[in-house]
């Protein structure tokens, strides 16, 4: 089955296979204010976490490396995603937000995204 996204060499094979991956799961998952989704966004040196109700189209609560409690900070990327993915949790928590649908936005689920989403898990998120 296609999705529209060309099939390149290299780097740029590596770009399309991730959004195709991106289009596949964002086929099946919608955030509802009863559980949102809980996007997680990365680049090469940073991460960043929403809580989305896409039915409102608000986000309800957002944490980032950039936040000035974890930029800077001690340990590598892992480490500061489960900092981010702690910050997530804490303020999905206040805004009253107990369960939500992860969504990876085409990245696998292996190293910085899985340490942001044990450190959510960790901190009462339900998945």
């Known amino acids: 089955m296609a ?8 780097d740029a094979y590596k770009r399309a296979a ?21 996007v997680v966004t990365r680049s090469n040196r ?14 309800l609560a957002s944490a980032s490396t950039l936040d000035t409690s974890i930029r800077g900070g ?13 910050l997530v949790a804490e303020r999905a928590k206040a805004a009253g937000v107990e369960a939500v649908v992860f969504d990876r936005g085409g990245n696998q689920y292996a190293g910085r995204i899985a340490a942001l ?7 009462g998120l339900k998945f």
Do not use: C, N
């Not at 940073?46 to 986000?59: C, N, R, Y």
């Not at 340990?75 to 900092?83: I, L, P, V």
């Open 3 to 10: 999705y529209g996204v060309k099939i390149a060499k290299g």
């Open 18 to 38: 991730r959004k195709r991956r991106h289009i596949r799961v964002r086929k099946h998952m919608s955030g509802s204010p009863e559980r949102p989704r809980l």
């Open 46 to 59: 940073h991460i960043v976490a929403q809580v989305i109700d896409d039915i409102a189209g608000h986000t």
């Open 74 to 86: 001690e340990g590598d990327k892992s480490a500061q995603a489960q900092q981010v993915g702690a």
């Open 117 to 123: 989403a044990d450190a959510a898990r960790e901190a």
